[in-house]
Structure formats: structure tokens, C-alpha cells
């Protein structure tokens, strides 16, 4: 078994995840565009209500990109930045050696306060089967854990990270039963997300 490393970036923590994973034979990256999000367009309630209906709209991936095991561990981040100008994340759902598919457990965490203790405390609540790490991506924090799984436990797994309120958005949450799968951003943008996530914590 592959350990995590402290500043590993985002792809290196993908890399270790499927080499620990000798199944797993595909993996999918999309891209998207990055620019205030709609919780920082409309910071009070009373705007976010005006702007329900806009609140509502699930943003297409721009490039869907899907590697075999041997192409993705060869990948490295400058390689991403030739495929176009928008930013690329690494989704949740592989492709296994059996065709079916599981999940590596990812979250996207927006705190109320910027304290990982609270984060940790909850990972090591819900994952306490497996472990993982935590990324400082800029304004909010990435997770990672070293594991695969089913649709039913990954719906658990969404279900409980959602249910204290304070930790991850909703908005993340219905993203990702809209899209099927957890995406977590892998490179950087030099105007909204400019710091390329990574490691601070190995759990």
C-alpha cells in the first residue's frame, strides 16, 4: 500500500489512490469554467430567493476526458493546461476490472469557519474504515479518501456529510446527484482559483 505525503498536489493524490487500487481501470476527468460562484453573487437571503431560478442550473462539463490506468499515471498537471484553457477535475467514478462501476470518497468542504479540526472530526466519523487526506484549496478544503465505493455506500457517504448543515454545501451536494459522480479540481486558474490544492493532512 502507496502512503500520502505531505504537499503532495491534487494528481499525485490521485495517482497513490489508483495505484492502491489495482482494479480500477479508467478514470474520468472533465473540465469547466471557474468565475464567482452563485453564493458569492448573492450573499444574503433575500437576493439568493430573487434568484432561485438561477440557482438551479447545473453547468455542463466543457471537455470530458477518459484515461486507462497506464495514460493516467503518466498524466502530469502541465499536461492538463494543453487541453484547453478551462480548469480540470478528477471525478469520483471509476471503472473497475469486473465493468462495474465504484467511487473514490471525495467531498468538497465549505466551513463555516475556516478550522480543520471540525473537518477532520467529521471524516474520521463518516471514513473511519479508511483513510485519507485533506487539501487546502485555496478558500476551502479537499477530500480524499483511499477506498472504493459502492453507489449505495457512496450515496450514504453524500447523505452523511450533508446532514450537520456547517461543513459542505448543499449546492455541492445537488451538483453531484444531478451530474452521478464527485468532482474535486485538480489544476488552477490564474483569476478565481489561482492555488493548485494540496496536501495538508494525512488521516
Known amino acids: 500500500m502507496e502512503n500520502f505525503k505531505e504537499k503532495q498536489n491534487s494528481l499525485e493524490v490521485c495517482k497513490t489512490i489508483i495505484r492502491n487500487h489495482p482494479n480500477i481501470k479508467l478514470i474520468k476527468l472533465i473540465s469547466h469554467k471557474v468565475s464567482i460562484n452563485w453564493r458569492q453573487k448573492f450573499v444574503n437571503n433575500e437576493d439568493k430567493i430573487k434568484q432561485i431560478k438561477n440557482a438551479l442550473v447545473h453547468h455542463k462539463p466543457t471537455c470530458t476526458k477518459t484515461f486507462d490506468r497506464q495514460s493516467f499515471l503518466k498524466l502530469k498537471l502541465s499536461d492538463l493546461n494543453k487541453f484547453n484553457n478551462d480548469v480540470w477535475s478528477m471525478t469520483s467514478k471509476v471503472i473497475c476490472s469486473n465493468n462495474q462501476s465504484y467511487h473514490i ?10 478550522n480543520i479540526k471540525h473537518i ?17 484549496s485555496g478558500r476551502y478544503f479537499h477530500y480524499y479518501g483511499n477506498a472504493l465505493l459502492t453507489h449505495e455506500e457512496w ?6 456529510f450533508s446532514m450537520p448543515c456547517i461543513l459542505v454545501s448543499p449546492r455541492y451536494i445537488g451538483h453531484v446527484l444531478y451530474r452521478g459522480y464527485c468532482s474535486l479540481r485538480l489544476n488552477a486558474d490564474k483569476k478565481f482559483k489561482p492555488k493548485i490544492p494540496r496536501v495538508i493532512k494525512i488521516l
Open 120 to 136: 477532520e472530526k467529521s471524516i474520521n466519523l463518516i471514513c473511519k474504515n479508511y483513510n485519507g487526506v485533506i487539501l487546502d
Open 155 to 160: 450515496l450514504k457517504f453524500l447523505a452523511d
Open 105 to 114: 470518497p471525495m467531498m468538497n468542504f465549505h466551513p463555516y469557519e475556516k
